[in-house]
């Protein structure tokens, strides 16, 4: 598929080595160290850029300059040409929020490999063992606002009507429903949200899904180019990977909540929406419940 955020295996393997391009592999340590990764990548994940003294596992780190430090340490500048990978079938999206996060930074020449480390392997591509110390990059972040959106400013949207923001949730449907889930300490959903899972826009070699028809699909649940667009999740990764998605497919205005139902749920001024009735029915209770 040809979309200038998206690279194929062909054209990132005829121009491993050059100078310039930094790849970064966001699965596991082991994964990347033990099981093999991309001749020259080096290895990040989402987590080494939280906030350390959030509860919210998904906030950003507030230092900007600590930050920077670890992506100069990937070797990043503010012009390099930035490839992104993961095994999109074994994570929660992640590749997607290092692209956000880069994206939200000001970083701009980014690409995400389509079909992962899952494609790579498939077809006998060559990869190498233990880590990649690569130089010290410059880069320096100019933060862009509208890529990104807080508690308070949400919870401003949802107390009131706000046809021109929809807010888009990727969990799964029995979370947004209202499952409990261990650590969270209010299930349910934020109020007007709609549902649209993460997980449903890769093909079986992991390659993203025709835009055409994911547009489709996107424009059947009510997201319009006009709407401002809210993604989250649990902790901004799924929400991430949603954010991606929506911007290949066109839409100009959308943000990610990196705090998400972490941090919404923590809050009890923030409101929330249950639908158990549902919950129960998708789950079989209410089969269950009946007479033999």
């Given at each position: ?5 998206l ?23 082991a ?97 190498e ?33 706000h ?53 489709e ?16 999740c ?51 209770y ?7």
């Amino acid at each position: 598929m040809t979309h200038p955020w998206l690279i194929d295996t062909e054209t990132l393997y005829q121009n491993l080595g050059r100078s310039g391009l930094v790849i970064i592999d966001v699965r596991g340590r082991a994964a990347y160290e033990f099981g093999g990764h991309i001749p020259g990548a080096v290895h990040s994940t989402w987590h080494e850029y939280s906030d350390p003294n959030a509860v919210a596992k998904g906030l950003l780190d507030p230092d900007l300059s600590r930050i920077e430090q670890k992506l100069r340490a990937l070797g990043i500048d503010n012009d390099s040409d930035v490839v992104i990978y993961s095994n999109p079938f074994d994570n929660w999206g992640d590749e997607g929020r290092m692209f956000w996060m880069l994206q939200y930074l000001g970083h701009q020449n980014l690409k995400i490999l389509d079909g992962g480390w899952v494609k790579w392997t498939q077809e006998g591509r060559p990869f190498e063992h233990g880590r990649v110390k690569p130089r010290l990059g410059s880069f320096n972040a100019q933060p862009v606002p509208e890529l990104i959106i807080m508690k308070d400013e949400l919870k401003q949207i949802v107390r009131r009507p706000h046809p021109e923001t929809m807010i888009v949730d990727a969990r799964s449907l029995e979370e947004y429903l209202g499952k409990e889930v261990s650590g969270i300490p209010r299930p349910g959903h934020i109020p007007s949200a709609i549902h649209v899972p993460w997980n449903g826009f890769l093909n079986p070699d992991a390659t993203v899904k025709d835009l055409v028809k994911i547009r489709e699909s996107l424009e059947e649940k009510g997201l319009q180019d006009s709407h401002q667009i809210v993604c989250y999740c649990t902790g901004g990764v799924r929400s991430a990977w949603l954010y991606f998605i929506l911007k290949l497919a066109g839409y100009p205005k959308v943000r990610n909540y990196p705090g998400s139902w972490w941090e919404w749920s923590r809050d009890f001024a923030c409101p929330v929406e249950k639908d158990f009735k549902m919950l129960q029915k998708i789950l079989g209770y209410d089969e269950a419940s009946k007479p033999s």
